[in-house]
């Protein structure tokens, strides 16, 4: 550590880091704007000027800007002195030259950088007096909104978007204070993560089109801390919600897992919470007790429906339970509590139900450990093997994407370039890259930045996996038949993966290849022996399906079986579209020889229309759980708004079920505590959940944490149409937290933080008062606790190699096509991310297309099962031949299981 003088007084620093990123943990106020943690330092905005002497007797100085000096031993600076305050001063006063003088209608008013900063550098009086430079606005499509007039030129929204983010349609144009952030012309931003540019823009450029449709002021937003329900990451995001919805989704940060950013589809895909179809009170169809009569369902009481479902259930000859891997850790035990451990199944597919049992097996029995975001972006070489991690898991292709700068910086730092320096390193780095190689059936948005990527099928892409593990170790199983590019391939990624200190392997589920997950974790223990500290990452589909996995349900064709013997008669099936998961026919048959069926959720879909009791579930924004993410990490999620009406958690419905009949006697599981506390018990391996945040009796000095920041001034006028008098905010038994503005003002644990609020900041810099240091770790620790944690003894090598793919006759390997927009159940339900859902297609080799006279466009008859899909044909000239790819969950021809065969 360093010894830096501030003002006359010594502090410890960090020599590794800048004087503002220094100024900032120590606790001083130091204003800055196109500096960002993320993004590094450019000293485009002269924002965060202070007085640097040269040593004790220097009384003259210089004025410097604070992110482009390091914080070496002995530098002694004054941010008080009154020359760099009134430059500070004076900088403001230049940007707010042609700034609009409308905060009151500002979106981000109220959360606004610029206001902050403004304030807090004394400036307070505008002497311009002339015509204010104006630039015409575009439209950038469902998620943002553009206010060009409000720009201050710190150039964070291109730095962000095309360095770090990798996106191309955004740029800076013209010069001078004329300078123009946007497109070249009107349009969608392509890329995945422009949402991000929300809360970069230190201004009110850049705002969340989605809160515009139902605004509210950011001080007015109830939040409460969240975990993203639509991939298997985990990202932490904070819900605001007011008037009974969800307003908007904010980052929360958590260092080892999303950091400061989310991808469009975790931060835009909340609108289903609001959507008509959400189901609000208990359902049931007409004639209920007659199986053979399905009709328009109706509302009835919470009673009514519980009482039903209980008549059900007694009169049943045997019970069985779905689970989801939608729903939380909690409701899926529950569901097996409730049902018993032999009537169980998980809600899988059987091939995805094997996969994930293959993948926990592998975590929970090797000796490497499964890799956080943190670590990928941290990896100096990355084999990506078989998945489209940019529509599987976006946030993880946005970490893959940074860690191919490891090798620059490292560089940079050898010729005396800090690592804070993003210009300079970028400068030095030019093109280079570092390694990062990609197998996948087609083109990813990676290919990009990768040192090489290849394109084969499924069964070729796991033995190129096996090559690499065997080049790496003599003792891995030796590849026969493999191709001479390959070899030399194999070769060169494993001799990348070899001399670096930190290789991460990545795969994923979802092209349904067993071999692919042994392949990876082939080349994984191949690097252990080599003493390498390697990382292996697994891609899953949803957000809680290793939890459902962990709880050893059978998959879903298990159920099926047991219904068709007769061997069932009753179904309770937990918020799981099973239209969605496995082909129509088969689910008809299914829902066909049950006598009851009673159903959990929070949307109508194809399987709540044919249950007979239909009980709502509460989505992320009104209940409390928990998910296991992609790296076994528990994290729990909190009610961001009370449930209205009957509206209740999943396992708080199967609680009341278990009870009995009689309306008061207790459910089984009162509170999430309590509930937690049983499934621990039953299951060891998940003692970790009752760490992953705070019980509910958490207090600070004997006070909850509020939902709701300090400056809430709405509550009131929430309800002023009914009653001017303020009621009661509700109670909460599940969390420390309280439905109010009332209660501790200390920063809580990071699993409870609800906003981002510090006296002088108001905005989502505020960040900064939450952490260890800026930049880095939640204060108290990261959220959430990882539940598997790898064995010491080295694992033996798996031995099976797959054949090489040759396709038969004229037979085709379907292949699903995940989509980042349009493949989550749940978020292709928010209209603004529906817009961005592409057109059903089907891709076709560019061979292929030229043996049977195919253009692009044309209209293909694909025949998987007998039934026949009419999709335009995309051309892909890297496509496999014999292998076709169909986007996967969207309408007619949601419920295939992939690999699928086909016939053109």
Same mark, same amino acid.
């Given at each position: 550590?360093?010894?830096?003088?501030?003002?006359?007084?010594?502090?410890?620093?960090?020599?590794?880091?800048?004087?503002?990123?220094?100024?900032?943990?120590?606790?001083?106020?130091?204003?800055?704007?196109?500096?960002?943690?993320?993004?590094? /330092?450019?000293?485009?905005?002269? &924002?965060?000027?202070?007085? &640097?002497?040269?040593?004790?007797?220097?009384?003259?100085?210089?004025?410097? @800007?604070?992110?482009?000096?390091?914080?070496?031993?002995?530098?002694?600076?004054?941010?008080?002195?009154?020359?760099?305050?009134?430059?500070?001063?004076?900088?403001?006063?230049?940007? @707010?030259?042609?700034?609009?003088?409308?905060?009151?209608?500002?979106?981000?008013?109220?959360?606004?950088?610029?206001?902050?900063?403004?304030?807090?550098?004394?400036?307070?009086?505008?002497?311009?007096?002339?015509?204010?430079?104006?630039?015409?606005?575009?439209?950038?499509?469902?998620?943002?909104?553009?206010?060009?007039?409000?720009?201050?030129?710190?150039?964070?929204?291109?730095?962000?978007?095309?360095?770090?983010?990798?996106?191309?349609?955004?740029?800076? %144009?013209?010069?001078?204070?004329?300078?123009?952030?946007?497109?070249?012309?009107?349009?969608?931003? $392509?890329? $995945? %993560?422009?949402?991000?540019?929300?809360?970069?823009?230190?201004?009110?450029? %850049?705002?969340?089109?989605?809160?515009?449709?139902?605004?509210?002021?950011?001080?007015?937003?109830?939040?409460?801390?969240?975990?993203?329900?639509?991939?298997?990451?985990?990202?932490?995001?904070?819900?605001?919600?007011?008037?009974?919805?969800?307003?908007?989704?904010?980052?929360?940060?958590?260092?080892?897992?999303? *950091?400061?950013?989310?991808?469009?589809?975790?931060?835009?895909?909340?609108?289903?919470?609001?959507?008509?179809?959400?189901?609000?009170?208990?359902?049931?169809?007409?004639?209920?007790?007659?199986?053979?009569?399905?009709?328009?369902?109706?509302?009835?009481?919470?009673?009514?429906?519980?009482?039903?479902?209980?008549?059900?259930?007694?009169?049943?000859?045997?019970?069985?339970?779905?689970? /989801?891997?939608?729903?939380?850790?909690? /409701?899926?035990?529950?569901?097996?509590?409730?049902? *018993?451990?032999? #009537?169980?199944?998980?809600?899988?597919?059987?091939?995805?139900?094997?996969?994930?049992?293959?993948?926990? $097996?592998?975590?929970?029995?090797?000796?490497?450990?499964?890799?956080?975001?943190?670590?990928?972006?941290?990896?100096?070489?990355?084999?990506?093997?078989?998945?489209?991690?940019?529509?599987?898991?976006?946030? @993880?292709?946005?970490?893959?994407?940074?860690?191919?700068?490891? =090798?620059?910086?490292?560089?940079?730092?050898?010729?005396?370039?800090?690592?804070?320096?993003?210009?300079?390193?970028?400068?030095?780095?030019?093109?280079?890259?570092?390694?990062?190689?990609?197998?996948?059936?087609?083109? =990813?948005?990676?290919?990009?930045?990768?040192?090489?990527?290849?394109?084969?099928?499924?069964?070729?892409?796991?033995?190129?996996?096996?090559?690499?593990?065997?080049?790496?170790?003599?003792?891995?199983?030796?590849?026969?038949?493999?191709?001479?590019?390959?070899?030399?391939?194999?070769?060169?990624?494993?001799?990348?993966?070899?001399?670096?200190?930190?290789?991460?392997?990545?795969?994923?589920?979802?092209?349904?290849?067993?071999?692919?997950?042994?392949?990876?974790?082939?080349?994984?223990?191949?690097?252990?022996?080599?003493?390498?500290?390697?990382?292996?990452?697994?891609?899953?589909?949803?957000?809680?399906?290793?939890?459902?996995?962990?709880?050893?349900?059978?998959?879903?064709?298990?159920?099926?079986?047991?219904?068709?013997?007769?061997?069932?008669?009753?179904?309770?099936?937990?918020?799981?579209?099973?239209?969605?998961?496995?082909?129509?026919?088969?689910?008809?048959?299914?829902?066909?020889?049950?006598?009851?069926?009673?159903?959990?959720?929070?949307?109508?879909?194809?399987?709540?229309?044919?249950?007979?009791?239909?009980?709502?579930?509460? =989505?992320?924004? +009104?209940?409390?759980?928990?998910?296991?993410?992609?790296?076994?990490?528990?994290?729990?999620?909190?009610?961001?708004?009370?449930?209205?009406?009957?509206?209740?958690?999943?396992?708080?419905?199967?609680?009341?079920?278990?009870?009995?009949?009689?309306?008061?006697? +207790?459910?089984?599981?009162?509170?999430?505590?309590?509930?937690?506390?049983? @499934?621990?018990?039953?299951?060891?391996?998940?003692?970790?959940?009752?760490?992953?945040?705070?019980?509910?009796?958490?207090?600070?000095? *004997?006070?909850?944490?509020?939902?709701?920041?300090?400056?809430?001034?709405?509550?009131?006028?929430?309800?002023?149409?009914?009653?001017?008098?303020?009621?009661?905010?509700?109670?909460?038994?599940?969390?420390?937290? /309280?439905?109010?503005? +009332?209660?501790?003002?200390?920063?809580?644990?990071?699993?409870?933080?609800?906003?981002?609020?510090?006296?002088?900041?108001?905005?989502?810099?505020?960040?900064?008062?939450?952490?260890? $240091?800026?930049?880095?770790?939640?204060?108290?620790?990261?959220?959430?606790?990882?539940?598997?944690?790898?064995?010491? #003894?080295?694992?033996?090598?798996? =031995?099976?190699?797959?054949?090489?793919?040759?396709?038969?006759?004229?037979?085709?390997?379907?292949?699903?096509?995940?989509?980042?927009?349009?493949?989550?159940?749940?978020?292709?339900?928010?209209?603004?991310?529906?817009?961005?859902?592409?057109?059903?297609?089907?891709?076709?080799?560019?061979?292929?297309?030229?043996?049977?006279?195919?253009?692009?466009?044309?209209?293909?008859?694909?025949?998987?099962?007998?039934?026949?899909?009419?999709?335009?044909?995309?051309?892909?000239?890297?496509?496999?031949?014999?292998?076709?790819?169909?986007?996967?969950?969207?309408?007619?021809?949601?419920?295939?299981?992939?690999?699928?065969?086909?016939?053109?």
């Amino acid at each position: 550590m360093a010894t830096i003088h501030i003002d006359g007084k010594p502090y410890e620093a960090d020599p590794e880091k800048n004087l503002l990123q220094t100024s900032l943990t120590l606790g001083f106020d130091l204003p800055y704007f196109c500096w960002h943690p993320a993004l590094g /330092s450019v000293g485009a905005c002269r &924002q965060c000027a202070v007085r &640097q002497y040269r040593n004790e007797e220097d009384t003259q100085g210089q004025i410097v @800007m604070a992110c482009m000096v390091p914080a070496a031993d002995g530098t002694r600076i004054s941010i008080e002195d009154e020359e760099a305050r009134e430059f500070r001063r004076s900088v403001i006063e230049w940007l @707010m030259v042609n700034h609009p003088h409308d905060c009151a209608v500002c979106d981000e008013g109220g959360e606004c950088h610029l206001q902050d900063m403004t304030v807090m550098t004394g400036h307070a009086y505008r002497r311009f007096r002339f015509r204010k430079r104006t630039f015409n606005n575009q439209y950038l499509g469902p998620f943002i909104n553009h206010e060009m007039n409000r720009c201050i030129q710190c150039y964070r929204c291109v730095r962000y978007y095309k360095d770090y983010a990798g996106g191309r349609d955004l740029d800076a %144009f013209a010069s001078h204070n004329h300078v123009y952030f946007g497109r070249s012309e009107d349009g969608i931003l $392509e890329n $995945e %993560f422009s949402g991000n540019l929300v809360e970069v823009c230190p201004t009110g450029v %850049f705002t969340d089109k989605t809160l515009k449709t139902h605004y509210t002021r950011k001080w007015d937003l109830q939040s409460a801390p969240s975990v993203c329900a639509h991939c298997s990451l985990g990202c932490n995001t904070l819900v605001g919600t007011r008037y009974g919805g969800a307003r908007r989704i904010l980052n929360r940060y958590h260092y080892d897992i999303n *950091g400061y950013f989310l991808c469009d589809r975790g931060r835009y895909g909340y609108e289903f919470v609001n959507r008509p179809e959400r189901i609000r009170h208990p359902l049931l169809h007409e004639g209920a007790h007659d199986t053979e009569t399905y009709s328009k369902p109706e509302t009835c009481s919470a009673d009514v429906a519980l009482k039903e479902a209980r008549i059900r259930l007694r009169r049943a000859n045997r019970i069985i339970g779905i689970g /989801s891997p939608r729903a939380s850790l909690e /409701s899926n035990y529950a569901l097996r509590s409730l049902v *018993g451990e032999d #009537n169980f199944f998980n809600g899988l597919p059987a091939a995805e139900s094997h996969l994930v049992t293959v993948a926990l $097996e592998i975590l929970r029995h090797g000796p490497v450990r499964s890799a956080s975001l943190r670590e990928i972006e941290e990896a100096d070489a990355v084999l990506v093997l078989g998945e489209d991690i940019t529509q599987t898991a976006p946030r @993880m292709a946005l970490a893959v994407r940074q860690s191919v700068m490891r =090798t620059p910086r490292e560089t940079a730092r050898k010729l005396g370039v800090p690592a804070w320096h993003d210009r300079a390193i970028r400068d030095v780095a030019q093109s280079d890259r570092g390694p990062l190689f990609i197998a996948a059936i087609d083109e =990813t948005r990676l290919d990009d930045v990768s040192t090489a990527a290849i394109t084969r099928a499924p069964n070729d892409l796991a033995r190129f996996g096996f090559a690499v593990a065997r080049a790496l170790h003599p003792e891995a199983p030796p590849v026969d038949g493999l191709s001479e590019s390959d070899t030399t391939l194999a070769r060169q990624v494993s001799d990348a993966l070899a001399n670096a200190d930190h290789p991460v392997i990545i795969t994923g589920t979802g092209l349904g290849n067993e071999a692919l997950l042994q392949a990876a974790a082939n080349v994984a223990w191949a690097l252990l022996r080599c003493e390498k500290p390697a990382a292996l990452a697994f891609v899953v589909p949803e957000a809680n399906t290793f939890g459902a996995g962990m709880l050893d349900g059978r998959p879903l064709r298990e159920a099926y079986d047991a219904v068709s013997s007769g061997d069932a008669d009753t179904a309770i099936i937990l918020e799981n579209d099973l239209y969605q998961r496995t082909h129509d026919v088969d689910v008809d048959r299914f829902l066909g020889g049950l006598k009851s069926i009673i159903a959990l959720d929070s949307l109508r879909n194809a399987t709540t229309d044919r249950a007979h009791v239909v009980l709502p579930a509460g =989505t992320f924004a +009104e209940s409390d759980g928990t998910f296991v993410n992609n790296e076994t990490r528990a994290q729990r999620f909190f009610q961001a708004l009370p449930p209205e009406g009957d509206i209740a958690e999943s396992w708080r419905w199967l609680g009341r079920l278990a009870a009995g009949s009689a309306p008061s006697e +207790e459910p089984a599981w009162k509170y999430l505590d309590t509930i937690i506390d049983a @499934m621990v018990a039953d299951y060891p391996e998940l003692r970790g959940v009752r760490d992953a945040a705070p019980s509910a009796d958490f207090r600070s000095n *004997g006070a909850r944490f509020p939902r709701s920041p300090r400056r809430f001034s709405g509550r009131t006028a929430i309800h002023a149409q009914f009653d001017v008098n303020e009621p009661s905010p509700p109670a909460d038994h599940d969390s420390p937290l /309280s439905f109010s503005m +009332e209660g501790s003002t200390a920063v809580p644990p990071a699993s409870l933080v609800s906003h981002y609020w510090s006296p002088g900041w108001n905005s989502v810099q505020a960040l900064n008062k939450f952490q260890e $240091e800026v930049g880095g770790a939640n204060r108290g620790g990261p959220p959430g606790i990882c539940l598997i944690q790898p064995e010491k #003894n080295l694992h033996p090598f798996f =031995t099976e190699i797959p054949a090489t793919f040759r396709r038969s006759g004229e037979k085709f390997v379907v292949l699903g096509l995940p989509h980042i927009f349009g493949s989550d159940e749940l978020s292709r339900h928010a209209p603004a991310l529906a817009e961005r859902i592409p057109h059903a297609y089907v891709t076709i080799s560019d061979a292929d297309a030229r043996a049977r006279g195919v253009s692009e466009g044309d209209q293909l008859v694909l025949r998987i099962f007998g039934r026949e899909h009419k999709l335009p044909a995309r051309i892909r000239p890297k496509l496999a031949p014999g292998i076709l790819g169909i986007p996967m969950g969207f309408p007619g021809h949601a419920g295939l299981v992939f690999p699928v065969d086909g016939h053109l």
